[in-house]
């Protein structure tokens, strides 16, 4: 049997059109092995399994094998021809990611950046031998590295909740799934001409959604605001208070309505009030944030993808993180 829905379109480099069904194998019910010799000039033969609602496709199973092998190419030419069950290969989400634009949503560090005031700036220097007191050369010694001296909120940074919280999570007890996340993005730009230490409210949220959709659940939520343009252009400003944030308020219904899992903004601190209100209620919530993000004035407000790592330090409870988005 030929299976003209392979042409060219979920599995263009495996199975080409006109593909030979061979054998059709059942499997706990709900898979089907098929063996397909590929129509290429190299006549690969191939295994491939599809899975399959069991009910149908067992009930016409019954009518013989003839009917099962002109059941199995129909159903594999409906599924191909529908969103497919074989796109969920994580070859093709990585075929698919590759083909992608990538943002960086991250600051580069250095001693002189933007930090807290409370927390002062950080050292880095050529690391050294401790019995000599010498550092590290390429010259003498082959490599170099550097001793670096800082808070762990330094640069754009993940704020844990144990941050916040003594019996919070640690950047190490954070779950990978966590860490890769749909991405929203709220502008308010629009608003700070005449508003320029703007809360974000529950209604500016629905307006979002009026346009964009619901929030998924499971989100990282970023607020977008410019700030980060006077990460190195104008650092003293950046690092004023107030300045636009989130409103608790907001906070609470995309943690407690929409089920978000993580919020990141492009200031050092969550709040526009002295009180760090939605910052403490995040972070009590065991939910963590990212601080001074950037490039968001470079992502969709719906439909990218947000990749999010830190180091894993022992209870650790904050740390420089590295952010990108995934542009659909
Ligand atoms: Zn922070």
Redesign the pocket.
């Known amino acids: 049997m030929r299976c003209r829905a392979f042409a060219g379109d979920v599995l263009p480099t495996l199975v080409t059109e006109g593909a030979q069904v061979d054998a059709v194998e059942f499997q706990n019910g709900v898979s089907l092995n098929l063996k397909l010799t590929n129509c290429d000039s190299a006549g690969t033969s191939r295994s491939f399994s599809f899975k399959f609602r069991p009910d149908p496709i067992l009930k016409l199973r019954r009518m013989g094998s003839v009917m099962t092998r002109f059941v199995a190419a129909l159903a594999i030419s409906l599924s191909l021809a529908a969103p497919c069950i074989a796109a969920d290969t994580l070859a093709d989400a990585l075929r698919i990611i590759q083909g992608k634009e990538l943002v960086d949503l991250t600051h580069t560090f250095s001693p002189t950046t933007p930090v807290w005031g409370g927390f002062g700036q950080a050292t880095m220097s050529a690391a050294c031998d401790p019995k000599t007191h010498q550092p590290y050369t390429i010259e003498h010694d082959g490599f170099r590295t550097t001793f670096y001296s800082m808070v762990g909120?330094y640069g754009t940074?993940v704020?844990p909740p144990a941050?916040f919280r003594s019996d919070g999570m640690t950047m190490d007890e954070i779950p990978l799934k966590q860490m890769i996340l749909p991405l929203v993005v709220f502008d308010m730009t629009p608003m700070l001409p005449k508003d320029p230490n703007h809360a974000l409210t529950i209604d500016d949220i629905k307006a979002w959604e009026k346009e964009h959709g619901t929030i998924p659940a499971g989100a990282f939520a970023a607020l977008r605001t410019d700030m980060s343009k006077e990460w190195t252009a104008n650092p003293e400003h950046f690092k004023r208070s107030p300045f636009p944030a989130w409103s608790l308020a907001a906070i609470k219904f995309l943690f407690e309505e929409r089920k978000v899992t993580a919020i990141g903004h492009e200031s050092?601190?969550t709040d526009t009030t002295e009180t760090m209100d939605s910052?403490t209620w995040i972070l009590h919530q065991n939910h963590y944030?990212i601080?001074?993000m950037t490039n968001l004035d470079k992502v969709p407000p719906a439909g990218a993808v947000i990749v999010v790592t830190w180091p894993k330090v022992d209870h650790g409870v904050?740390f420089p993180a590295r952010a990108f988005a995934i542009l659909p």
Request: avoid cysteine; proline fraction near 0%.
């Open positions: 909120q940074h704020d941050h050092l601190d910052e944030q601080e001074a904050g």
